[in-house]
T-cell receptor
Framework: GDSVTQMEGPVTLSEEAFLTINCTYT??????LFWYVQYPGEGLQLLLK?????DKGSNKGFEATYRKETTSFHLEKGSVQVSDSAVYFC??????????????FGQGTILTVHP | KAGVTQTPRYLIKTRGQQVTLSCSPI?????VSWYQQTPGQGLQFLFE???????NKGNFPGRFSGRQFSNSRSEMNVSTLELGDSALYLC?????????????FGPGTRLTVT
């Protein structure tokens, strides 16, 4: 079945540092890929998405590129801020059938940014 | 547009009781999915409803059930609560976007079973 693996966390960075959170996936066919962010006490917010190979999703300075050859969707940001501190989830959605309405999530990566 | 709303936000129940959680999707969204979030198991898919029909179900016991109404609002029910059911229950709604199944999440209901 489908699965998503995220890099081991937590990740602690200083403000303005470069961020990479690795994400690899296993899925049949051509899934859509997502990054969600969760702030304390809140639900998940969609950060960015990519729906086909070589697509680059971007939002709020975050970027991720859909790499089918390496089955990866790594999240990057050039300069993090304290306000980026949150839990980040990589997720995939396969097409139709038994995958209706189902997102498969990675285990989440806790990011803490210090001033 | 208003976002996904979930009620109640917090709930404390005793083992053996049952509980009903409610979710109102974004206007125009006909698909509603439910997830359980725990520190140990992470985010796990419970089930999905579309036009009042359950289309997909995750690997949870029959104590977990749901339904969807004609206005797309959804409820999930957990009967005979166990301590392990303590979790954040998240509801998400979506409209099938071209090429992807983008979901929008509510704030969740925090269930504590004592």
């Amino acid at each position: 079945g489908d699965s998503v693996t995220q890099m081991e966390g937590p990740v602690t960075l200083s403000e303005e540092a470069f961020l990479t959170i690795n994400c690899t996936y296993t899925a049949t066919g051509y899934p859509s890929l997502f990054w969600y962010v969760q702030y304390p006490g809140e639900g998940l917010q969609l950060l960015l998405k990519a729906t086909k190979a070589d697509d680059k999703g971007s939002n709020k300075g975050f970027e991720a590129t859909y790499r089918k050859e390496t089955t990866s969707f790594h999240l990057e940001k050039g300069s993090v801020q304290v306000s980026d501190s949150a839990v980040y989830f990589c997720a995939l959605s396969s097409a139709g059938g038994t995958s209706y309405g189902k997102l498969t999530f990675g285990q989440g990566t806790i990011l803490t940014v210090h001033p | 547009k208003a976002g996904v709303t979930q009620t109640p936000r917090y709930l404390i129940k005793t083992r053996g009781q049952q509980v009903t959680l409610s979710c109102s999707p974004i206007s125009g969204h006909r698909s509603v999915s439910w997830y359980q979030q725990t520190p140990g198991q992470g985010l796990q898919f419970l089930f999905e409803y579309f036009s009042e029909t359950q289309r997909n179900k995750g690997n949870f016991p029959g104590r977990f059930s749901g339904r969807q109404f004609s206005n797309s609002r959804s409820e999930m029910n957990v009967s005979t609560l166990e301590l392990g059911d303590s979790a954040l229950y998240l509801c998400a709604s979506s409209v099938l976007e071209a090429g992807g199944y983008e979901q929008y999440f509510g704030p969740g209901t925090r269930l504590t079973v004592t």
